[in-house]
Nanobody
């Protein structure tokens, strides 16, 4: 089974950009859909974006369309979340999740990477 491993979080000023990475450990992402979620302090975890197994479609929460872009590099077995024009309200722990493309539940979760956007 696959284990997602996130990296790339950090402190950035409002208006800045960050690219988060989600690498596959233990297996490849070739048969998995991958998603990004985030959880802000005091709030519930929310869906951010997803990308289906290689060759598949992307999806985004409406509020982040245009600022966040999810992509995958199959050769590097990595999924990315490019974030631009960051706002303080984007401050959260960002989690990568994976599921086999034939299933409906996000079964495999990473430990998260923290993003802090200062005003």
């Amino acid at each position: 089974q696959v284990q997602p491993v996130e990296s790339g979080g950090g402190l950035v000023q409002a208006g800045g950009s960050l690219r988060l990475s989600c690498a596959a450990s233990g297996d490849t992402f070739s048969m998995y859909d991958v998603a990004w979620f985030r959880q802000a302090p005091g709030k519930e975890r929310e869906f951010v974006a997803s990308i289906k197994r290689p060759g598949g479609a992307t999806a985004y929460v409406d509020s982040l369309k245009g600022r966040f872009t999810v992509s995958r590099d199959n050769a590097k077995n990595t999924v990315y979340l490019q974030m631009i024009s960051l706002k303080p309200e984007d401050t959260a722990i960002y989690y990568c999740a994976a599921k086999l493309w034939t299933t409906t539940s996000w079964a495999y979760w990473g430990q998260g990477t923290e993003v802090t956007v200062s005003s």
